[in-house]
C-alpha cells in the first residue's frame, strides 16, 4: 500500500508565499506523475500543476508564473512553491501521484489527505 502526506499548508496574507509538500511512503516499485490539485469550497476539484518522471512540467493558467512544481525522486517527494497568493487560491490542496506497485504493474492512482491554504485579503 502506499501513502501520500502533504505538510505545508496554512493561512496567509494576500501577496505570501508558501510551500506545499507531499511524501510518499510504503511499498512501490517506481512513481510516474506527479500532480497537485485544489478544490475550492462548492468547486470542483482542478489540476493546478504536472511534473512528470523526468522533470516536464504544466500549468493551469491561473497559476503560471506563480507556482513552480518540482520533484526529488530520490526522497519520492513533490513540492509546490507558490507565490504571490491572493484569496482565489484558497482551497484544499491535494497531490496525486501515479504509482507501479511492482515491476509489472499499470499505474495507480493515489491521493494525498489534503491539506487546507487559505489567503487572507
Known amino acids: 500500500q502506499v501513502q501520500l502526506v502533504e505538510s505545508g499548508g496554512g493561512l496567509v496574507p494576500a501577496g505570501g508565499s508558501l510551500r506545499l509538500s507531499c511524501a510518499a511512503s510504503g511499498s512501490f516499485f517506481s512513481i510516474n506523475s506527479m500532480r497537485w490539485y485544489r478544490q475550492a469550497s462548492g468547486n470542483q476539484r482542478e489540476m493546478v500543476a504536472t511534473v512528470t518522471k523526468y522533470g516536464g512540467t504544466n500549468y493551469a493558467d491561473s497559476v503560471k508564473g506563480r507556482f513552480s512544481i518540482s520533484r526529488d525522486n530520490a526522497k519520492n517527494m513533490v513540492y509546490l512553491q507558490m507565490n504571490n497568493l491572493n484569496p482565489d487560491d484558497t482551497a484544499v490542496y491535494y497531490c496525486?501521484?501515479?504509482?507501479?506497485?511492482?515491476?509489472?504493474?499499470?499505474?495507480?492512482?493515489?491521493w494525498g489527505q489534503g491539506i487546507q491554504v487559505t489567503v487572507s485579503s
Open positions: 496525486n501521484f501515479e504509482v507501479a506497485p511492482s515491476r509489472v504493474s499499470t499505474w495507480v492512482n493515489y
